[in-house]
């Protein structure tokens, strides 16, 4: 009898590959017939793994012709790319959870994957174990989104979180995350922000149907968080999360960035905590809606590999078009606002020299750069005779906020811009 079962070739087995591995074992329309690692003696937390399918060479896999979907699950650009492209070419459907590469190469992949009538899913590459790619590309098909705002990073969520909960510094907080494994030996693309950017990316380009560059994604991590800043915000009402937002004006003009933000604390948003993402979009028909769940983990991100695995398997056996609505057409370019040119609200935090007029120049400065201020507050004169100011600004240019920090900078009343962080509207 003809073997029907759809065979598949692991590039990678780390814990994303292992979650895989693992989850595919249920199921006998599925045959993982090789598995590209970097080490084949090392040795793996995986009870029934056959050692007899690693290889140290992913081209056994990218050139094997028994190979139906390739899965790429070892993040990065190269050799990454090279091995998509490569495994294409050999008629291979791709499920990818690389979330770098999509977002830097995305059209030149998926245009390459349709010259070849083959498809590339991506379920876990923004959001973990929450399905939002799919959703996006199917049920909600029939919506104009405008806007997302999402939480899109667990390392930063817990860091930012424990930081809340426990009055601890950032330094403190990253290194007991290191040690327990939540935060990686080097988090420089957790905490500057680069892996919520490349998610938003292509989150982004997928809701608004445009290409959104990375280029031109805003993009700011949360090192310079202090918990004198977790502190004020919460006094004033606030949460500080690590945004990914994303908003298409009426003038067709995308806004783009990942940063760290006040948000009410009554907001959806605010109340996830720990390495919990979400994803809020507002679109029309269906209004507003937000998915939580595990953004990373072995079994989370397996979940996602596995049903695009399992979306592709169905469709091949049937027909040689398969999954049209989740093709990608990348076209057209967005147009996007830069930074500079963004209005928004500021919570802005001062240390200055208690001296008579100290507030009245701050108000100066803020009035000749067209800031208006919401609130101000100064609880008390520390010990050394400066002050602590906290100010949240009503709506204004960014434009404007940044020549008034630089007046903050060279105001004779004011010893230091301790941060400014940017507040929902
Ligand atoms: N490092 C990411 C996070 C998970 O902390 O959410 C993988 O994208």
Do not use: W
Not at 174 to 187: C, F, I, N, R, V
Not at 342 to 366: D, E, F, H, M, R
């Amino acid at each position: 009898m003809e073997d029907r079962r759809i065979k598949i070739g692991l590039i990678g087995l780390g814990t994303v590959g292992s979650g895989v591995y693992k989850t595919l074992e249920s199921f006998e329309e599925i045959e993982i017939v090789k598995i590209a690692v970097k080490n084949k003696n090392k040795n793996r937390n995986i009870q029934n793994l056959d050692y007899s399918l690693l290889t140290e060479d992913p081209y056994e896999i990218v050139n094997n012709p028994e190979i139906d979907i390739v899965c790429e699950l070892i993040g990065g650009i190269n050799p990454a790319f090279e091995l998509i492209e490569k495994s294409i070419k050999q008629g291979k459907h791709i499920v990818t959870a690389n979330k770098e590469l999509l977002a830097k190469k995305g059209e030149e992949i998926f245009n390459f994957a349709e010259k070849y009538n083959k498809v590339i899913l991506y379920e876990a590459a923004v959001a973990g174990g929450i399905p939002i790619i799919m959703p996006i590309k199917t049920i909600l098909a029939g919506n104009k989104i405008n806007k997302l705002e999402a939480i899109l990073n667990g390392t930063t969520n817990y860091i930012l979180t424990k930081m809340d909960t426990e009055n601890s510094s950032y330094d403190e907080v990253l290194k007991e995350s290191q040690t327990l494994g939540y935060a990686e030996a080097d988090p420089t693309s957790d905490v500057e922000g680069y892996d919520a950017a490349y998610k938003i990316t292509t989150l982004a380009t997928l809701a608004f149907k445009q290409k959104i560059r990375i280029e031109d994604v805003y993009r700011e991590g949360i090192t310079k968080i202090r918990s004198e800043d977790m502190k004020a915000a919460n006094d004033l009402g606030y949460k500080i999360k690590l945004i990914a937002s994303a908003k298409m004006d009426d003038e067709n003009c995308a806004d783009v960035r990942v940063h760290p933000m006040l948000i009410p604390k009554n907001s959806t948003l605010a109340h996830i905590n720990y390495v919990t993402n979400a994803v809020s979009l507002t679109g029309h028909p269906v209004g507003h809606i937000t998915l939580s769940g595990p953004g990373a983990g072995e079994f989370p991100t397996a979940s996602s590999v596995v049903g695009d695995i399992l979306a592709i398997a169905t469709e091949i056996k049937t027909t040689d078009y398969p999954l049209p609505m989740m093709r990608c057409n990348h076209n057209k370019i967005a147009k996007c606002i830069n930074i500079l040119d963004t209005q928004n609200k500021y919570y802005l935090s001062l240390n200055a020299k208690n001296n008579k007029g100290v507030i009245g120049n701050i108000g100066n400065i803020c009035a000749e750069n067209d800031i208006s201020l919401e609130s101000i507050v100064q609880k008390y004169v520390c010990s050394d005779n400066t002050a602590d100011i906290t100010v949240i600004t009503e709506t204004c240019c960014e434009k404007n906020m940044q020549n008034a920090v630089k007046a903050f900078n060279e105001s004779e009343f004011i010893n230091k811009v301790n941060n400014l962080i940017r507040v929902q509207i």
